[in-house]
């Protein structure tokens, strides 16, 4: 058992209110670090090094990142308000989410993440902006998910199983996976 594994517990708290403020101040955090801090220092590292930039597309950045953040937030009210805990490992939901946008997507809030990533790419014209936008993307794929749908597995059983088998991890689907 990994280190990763050994860090999932589900929330004490049973009060909505209280995890949905977790959830927002955690989101506030990731904001910061991920999508303003990191990628600061990705722009100026690329300036350091004279990689070219392109032709920044501010306005479908930021129209993308409203969207992709309007994701992020909705995802995290529905793990609060329905699953009763926050998106932290350390702070699980106590019951399966498969309502609302994990309805058509497994993990929300790493595709809004993401998304919003490229967008800060987007919006600076920054290619390494994307690639680590991306690399991000391969991080969480391969680090994090298989531990986090381990954990899932083990604490939902068959009602994750049937999820995972038709929901998509990455891609929305309006129906059912086929």
């Known amino acids: 058992m990994s280190f990763i594994d050994r860090i999932y517990r589900s929330a004490k708290a049973d009060n909505s209110y209280w995890n949905l403020a977790k959830t927002l101040f955690h989101t506030a955090v990731f904001w910061f670090v991920f999508?303003?801090?990191?990628?600061?220092?990705v722009f100026w590292?690329?300036?350091?090094?004279?990689?070219?930039?392109?032709?920044?597309?501010?306005?479908?950045?930021w129209v993308l990142?409203?969207?992709?953040?309007?994701?992020?937030i909705s995802s995290g009210i529905t793990m609060s308000w329905i699953g009763k805990g926050t998106?932290?490992?350390?702070?699980?939901p106590n019951q399966l989410v498969i309502k609302g946008?994990?309805?058509?997507?497994r993990n929300p809030m790493a595709v809004a993440g993401i998304g919003q990533a490229i967008c800060v790419g987007l919006i600076t014209g920054s290619y390494m902006t994307i690639v680590y936008a991306l690399s991000g993307a391969f991080f969480w794929h391969f680090a994090i998910r298989p531990s986090e749908e381990r954990d899932l597995e083990k604490r939902f059983g068959a009602d994750f199983i049937n999820y995972k088998k038709k929901v998509w991890c990455w891609f929305p689907n309006i129906f059912t996976k086929k």
Do not use: R
């Not at 590292?45 to 950045?61: R, S, T, W």
């Not at 998106?87 to 699980?92: G, K, M």
């Not at 946008?101 to 997507?105: A, G, H, L, T």
């Open 35 to 41: 999508l303003y801090y990191l990628p600061s220092w």
């Open 45 to 61: 590292g690329e300036g350091q090094l004279a990689i070219p930039h392109f032709q920044a597309l501010p306005i479908l950045g």
């Open 65 to 72: 990142f409203a969207l992709f953040g309007t994701l992020g």
């Open 87 to 92: 998106p932290l490992p350390t702070d699980c």
């Open 101 to 105: 946008p994990y309805k058509i997507v």
